[in-house]
């Protein structure tokens, strides 16, 4: 399998290891291990409902809920933060033939014929940035930028896409320049009533700030 298609988990070297299935020998005591499993597109509840009830194991699906403006206003979306990936925690030897043709299930993740499992401390942190609770959910609030364009979803000029020109935090207003009967206007909106209109909540975001790092 391409190394391109497997999520950006941070490793720990000292936990870092593979394993060849054919040189796997039975009779030995349990060692569960997580491990990345490629889902069929839109297919991970399905997945994560069968590897729970049928087969009673850890399962771990980041997802992503956010706003996102639309042609009839906002609405919430929900979606795996790696889409088609999600983590299972199982002993190899035990369960990888049931866990392998599990509804839902493309393929254990692996280069050739070595499987690569993930380091408990790597699934540790990314469970970190999930607010207790949650169910494995991180909500993302949208954050109005000075010269973003942004959508207004609310009020009279609902519909309309414009451009932020300035952000007055202390107001929970924003000034927008938008078209408006032929012309272009500045006016003053609720910072509530406009989204921007990128795609996905992360599109322009540089890495080191999705990771959660800075340079230097």
Known sequence: ?????????????????????????????????????????????????????????????????????????????VEALFPSYIFARFDYLTHHRGVQY?????????????????????????????????????????EVRMGEEVQVVEGAFAGLKAVVTRVMPARQRVAVLLEFLGRLSETEVPVGTVLPTARHPLEGVPEEARRGRSKG
């Open 102 to 142: 599990c509804a839902g299930v493309s393929t254990i993740v692996h280069f050739g014929d070595k499987i690569i499992p993930i380091p408990d401390t790597a699934v540790q942190e990314l469970r970190a940035a999930v607010p207790t609770g949650e169910k494995e959910m991180i909500t993302i609030t949208p």
């Open 1 to 77: 399998m391409d190394a391109d298609l497997i999520p950006p988990v941070p490793l720990a070297s000292d936990e870092f290891l593979h394993f060849e299935p054919a040189k796997l020998r039975e009779g030995g005591a349990p060692d569960p291990k997580w491990f990345c499993l490629r889902i069929a597109p839109k297919q991970e509840h399905i997945a994560i409902a069968h590897l729970r009830k049928i087969f009673a194991l850890e399962v771990f699906c980041p997802r992503l809920r956010y706003q996102k403006a639309t042609r009839t206003g906002r609405r919430w979306y």
